[in-house]
């Protein structure tokens, strides 16, 4: 695949040419790998670039095009060996052949905070913390439309001193839409890096994505970096080998922290994590219902309005096994008072949690985080959060979100769950 890349004043344009090899059908480059069909189009964003360091540059090519790449890479200009050491670890299924790589080129680096910005509580969180971060928020273009979101709003009141918007079709360029991976929500920040001498990207991924497996079980990202690079994750490691690592500051932290940190802007009415209600939270989905019920732990005086949620997609969400973000159920579920029956109920099963390690942060996972900014990050969140103690990372480390029956045969526990809802 060969890369072509113009910018103009207020545009900058990605295209990719397809060589032999190369295929508009791939696969999503996480969870289950689902088949996306790339349309065609260039890629374009509505800012215009003065510089973009090579490795830059080339990596903005990878997140967005691997799935499609046959073997061969030419980019718009020549990057280091830095980009391509990343690229041959041996996660990437692919090993790629880069064709113009110059070792002449120096390495990347900048020295302030970007925070890739995606309006919902987890990036509120971080907000809140590294108010000093300059926002990014990537507005997404559908078939030649602005899709509308409440978080432009926010971003431009704050001025472009402090944060921008940038608006790109890279999310709906296939079929079925969607970023083709999680660096995808980088690639933003990554373009406008080199202008804004960005040091780091800080995004907002709270613990159940880092070391809970969406809250279905533990999974020792620690161990993990013998294999996945330094960061435990092999594609966030490519980032950090390039000169511009990517750190969650929250990825140590539950989502009831990041809800807590969030609240003051939540009160604001500048976070939005459901649009399904012309923009708004619909406050009957089992996203808002998940909301509603972490927001009554860490606020006591939260009411929610729970009929609404006496829904046939929340009792779905709420019946599965194992419990996807299962842990915050579990905690939850004790300590809410009001909690409905008919939510009580399909919360039965799941493991109990008798530490408050869902109400500290996991200090080990600044380990994660590149050496250089690791003392000034750690330090400011601590101050924010108290760390976990060694007994309640020991639990932790032995959630398991999947439903125990204790002893009920599984026609039982099913019976069960009717009679009580
Ligand atoms: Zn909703």
Redesign the pocket.
Known sequence: MRFEFASSEKRSVLRAVFEEGDGTEGQRAEGAGRTIIYSGEDIEFDYGVTAVHPDLLGLLCLIIFYPFVGERVVFPVPVSPRLEEAFRNPNFRRQLSFDNVDSGIEAYSGSRMALAFGGGIDSSAVRTMFPEAYVVHEAHWRDGRLVPAGTHGVVHSMGLDRGRVVATNQRYVSEPGGWHGWTCSLATALLLATDHDFGIILMGTPLGGTLLKAGTGYFDRFRARGWHGVTGNFWQSAFNAVGIPVFSPVCGASAFLTMGLSLDLIRAGEVF?????GGQ?????????R?DIIRAVVEPGHRPHWAPYDNRAVHNYLSQDPQSQGHLFSYARPRVGGLPRFIRARLKGLQQIRSDWPMRVHAGTFDFCDDRWRPAISERVLEHLDPMGPEEIAELETWNGARQARGLGAGRFARMLRRDS
Not at 281 to 289: G, I, N, T
């Open positions: 994590y459901c649009t399904e209600q939270a619909c406050l009957q989905c089992p996203k808002c219902c909301r």
